[in-house]
Each structure stands twice: as C-alpha cells, then as structure tokens.
C-alpha cells in the first residue's frame, strides 16, 4: 500500500508537472501570438501602401511599423528566453532592417530594388514570429503525447501491481483466512483440527498459532470431559456390576461350604469337578471386572478398522445387569456381514453406554430396549439405532439435547455431559448423531459411522485422524 501510495502521488506530481508546463505554454503562445497579430497587421498596411501611394496608406504603415516594434520590444525578454539570444538578435536585425527600409520608402520615391528588399525584410520578420508559435505549438505537441504515455504507461503498472497485489493478498490473506474459516467451522460441529501450511509471523499467523493453541486446551479439556462422564457413567453401571458380580461370589461360596462338608466322601474327580466350577465362577468374575476396568480405563486416542456388532454387544454386555434390574425386555439385532467402522472402540462403547443407559433411566417401571445395526441406504454408514418405550423427551427440549450441560433429570441426578460428550466424539469420527422422541411414547437414537473406504495395508492402528 505504501508502494502504491509513493507512485501515485509521484504519478500526480508528474501530471501536474505536465499541466503546468502546457500551461505555460500556452500562454506563451498567446502572448507570441498577439506579436504575430502586430506583424500580419504591418504588412497588411505595407501592401496598402505599395498599392495605393497615398499619404492614408503611408501613416498607416508608419503606425503598424511602430505598433509591431512595440510588441516585438515587450516580447524580446520572452522570446531570449524561449529561442535563445541568437534567434532574438537576428530577429531584431531583420525588425530594424525592415523598419529602416519602410521608413525610407515613405520618405523618397519608391524604386522597385527597394519594394523588392522590403518584401523580403517583411516575410523573414513574419516566417521568424510565425515560427517561434509553430515551435511552441509542437512542445506542447510533445507534452500531450508524453502525458498520454504516461498515461498509459501508468495504467499499465496499476493493472499489473492490482493483479500481483490481488495475488499476494490472496496467497498470504484470504487463504488463511479461509482455513481459519474451515476450521472454525470445524470446531462448531466438534471437530477439534489445527491449522496447518500458515508459519507467517504477520498478524494472520499469529491468529493462527493462537487458533491451534485454543484447539489444543479444547482437546485436552474435551479429554477431562469425556474422562469425567465416562467415570460418572461408571457410577450409574457399579450398582449392576456389583449385583452381577454377588452371583459369582455366592456360587464360589456354596460351592466352596460344599466342597468342605462332603470332602470325605469325593472322590479325586470330582474334587477336581468342585475346583473347576470355583475356578469358572472366578473367572467369570474376572471378566466382569476386567470389562469394567477396560471401559474405565484411559487409553491413547487411537483409531483402528472394528466391527461395530462387537462393539455394541459389548457395550450392551455392560449395563446387562441394570436391564435385568429393571426388568427391561433387550433385543439385539447386529448382522455379521456389516462394513468394518474405523473407530476409537472404547469412545464408541462410552457413547453406546451413555445412550443405553438413559433408555433404561427413562423405562424405571420396564419396557422394550431395541438396538437394531443396518446399512444406510447409500452403503457410506453404519446405522446403529437404540430404541426404548420410555417416557421421551419434550418437544421443548429435543433441540438442546445435544448442548453442553443441558439435561432432564432431576437435579443431582446427572451432568448434563453425557450427550454432549457423546455428541462431540461422534462428531470427530466423522459420523452423527440423531434423536427421535415423542413423550410418552419413548425415543430412538441413531448412531451413523462412516464405513472403511480403504483398509489400511497392515490394519494397524492409526493416531486420531483429526490430529494428523
């Protein structure tokens, strides 16, 4: 900007320069023509008087003489100035010849050697002045053509630095800013990426080291988040895992008093039956802790080709013993043949969880829990849907459901995180998230994954997509 300031104001001067100088010359040409007008009117009266021979005629010629070397004295500073002393000396010269010639011809009778001289005088006093115009007209000939070069000249070098003005400002502005843009998009929708290609030390890198700066205590607070409602969810699963696990713990224990009593009267087999069956009931134990444990427990955020029927089971799997408490009829329909989900297993089991475990919230006195996996109709998601026949959800509330802290639980019985945790990770999976509810009647969530377009070779785990 300050580039195209310097050139335009050097452009302005140079038009003014321009101007001016037309300007002068112009009236220069003025004032010389006001001596030319005193020269053609001298020998206008010198025709007359070579004529005529009269007395009229010769006065006449006299006073134009004398007007004409009037002018042309007012005009000799000028004319040096314009044409140079040499030009204004011969000049005065044929003036002074021309005067002495005309005087001479009024004063004695004319002879033609005489009136042949005077003409001659005369036309080189004429074609003198005349020509000190045509120079003067043709500078400010050269003037104009120069202002109209440079004219063009400018216009040329405007077009061109618009156009690489243009170009800067869009490699090192507005496309930044565009990626700014997106990814401030990005984050709205719960996409947490950083902006990558922008290492300017200008204000728009500064904005964007800031920006990713931002996006990094999002994530790390999005990890509190999502670590806090999975512990928060873990409290509502303790009361099923501790009733699942009494099963066990009593069967070890019954089996273990009977083992004790009839101990003498076993045989070697089946002693070692009794053992098997305290060891299978340790075992199940195990697993139901181990389950837990690997649902609580925090991971790297890693992605990995899954199939979602695992996953949902497993997730059912978990919260198996609050469906049994609450006397809810489950049914699971996952077909073997769906597309593999490239997916953080653990973040899609929290979010699996946490949906499962507000439809049992919303059945208290029992009802149906469906989860039903399908393809979407354009083969680019797996559709999982969990359905209840619970109380629903207001219409009033159905569009916040999603917001942060937002709930309809009474309060001291939930965060308000859940689904806006589990809206969040969907997000960064690339898939959504939908409800359907009617009060009364109960709701339907419906998780979209998108399906793996392209395995990776080795089928290794890869790191989040949305910090790569």
């Given at each position: 900007m300050a580039l195209v300031l310097v050139f335009v104001t050097g452009l302005g001067l140079a038009y003014n320069a321009s101007l001016a100088g037309i300007s002068n010359r112009l009236k220069v040409v003025e004032s010389?023509?006001?001596?030319?007008?005193?020269?053609?009117?001298?020998r206008r009266?010198?025709?007359?008087y070579l004529l005529y021979l009269d007395a009229k005629s010769a006065r006449e010629w006299t006073d134009q003489v004398a007007r004409a070397r009037r002018a042309f004295r007012d005009k000799a500073a000028e004319l040096t100035r314009l044409e140079g002393k040499d030009y204004c000396d011969r000049l005065t010269d044929y003036f002074s010849t021309y005067a002495a010639l005309a005087h001479?011809?009024?004063?004695?009778h004319v002879n033609e050697e005489e009136v042949a001289r005077i003409r001659v005088q005369g036309k080189n006093v004429f074609q003198y002045t005349r020509g000190i115009i045509r120079a003067e007209r043709d500078r400010i000939d050269g003037i104009t053509r120069s202002s109209h070069r440079?004219?063009?000249?400018?216009?040329?070098?405007?077009?061109?630095a618009g156009l690489v003005g243009s170009?800067?400002?869009?490699?090192?502005?507005?496309?930044?800013?565009?990626?700014?843009?997106?990814a401030t998009q990005q984050v709205s929708e719960g996409q947490y990426v950083s902006i990558k290609g922008v290492q300017t030390h200008d204000e728009i890198g500064k904005l964007a080291r800031a920006f990713n700066h931002m996006i990094e205590q999002i994530e790390r607070h999005q990890d509190e988040l999502v670590q806090a409602e999975k512990l928060a969810s873990l409290g509502t699963l303790t009361s099923g895992v501790a009733h699942e696990?009494?099963?066990p713990i009593n069967n070890i224990s019954m089996t273990a008093q009977t083992f004790v009593q009839l101990y003498d009267t076993l045989s070697d087999s089946e002693r070692i039956e009794f053992m098997s069956q305290i060891d299978g009931q340790c075992e199940r134990a195990r697993d139901i802790v181990a389950n837990l444990l690997n649902f609580s427990r925090v991971r790297p955020r890693t992605y990995s080709n899954a199939a979602t029927g695992e996953v949902v089971r497993e997730s059912v799997k978990l919260v198996s013993n609050q469906i049994a408490l609450n006397s809810i009829d489950c049914a699971v329909?996952?077909?073997?043949?769906?597309?593999?989900?490239?997916?953080?297993?653990?973040?899609?089991?929290?979010?699996?969880?946490?949906?499962l475990t507000n439809a049992i919230k919303a059945m208290p006195k029992g009802g149906r829990l469906g989860v039903v996996g399908a393809l979407s109709d354009d083969g680019r998601f797996v559709n999982v849907t969990v359905s209840d026949t619970g109380v629903g959800i207001p219409a009033v509330a159905l569009p916040h459901i999603f917001d942060?802290?937002?709930?309809t639980s009474a309060v001291g019985q939930g965060t308000g995180l859940g689904l806006s945790v589990s809206y969040s990770i969907i997000k960064r999976h690339g898939g959504t998230i939908s409800v359907q509810s009617e009060p009364g009647a109960g709701s339907a969530f419906t998780v979209a994954l998108p399906v793996v377009t392209k395995e990776a070779s080795d089928g290794s785990p890869t790191e989040d997509p949305d910090r790569r």
């Open positions: 010389i023509d006001d001596l030319g007008a005193a020269m053609a009117d001298m009266a010198e025709k007359n001479g011809l009024v004063s004695r440079l004219f063009l000249l400018a216009l040329s070098i405007i077009i061109v170009a800067i400002i869009a490699r090192d502005i507005v496309a930044p800013l565009s990626k700014i843009e997106r696990l009494n099963n329909s996952m077909p073997d043949d769906l597309p593999l989900v490239h997916m953080n297993a653990n973040r899609i089991k929290q979010v699996l969880v946490n949906i942060p802290f937002f709930t």
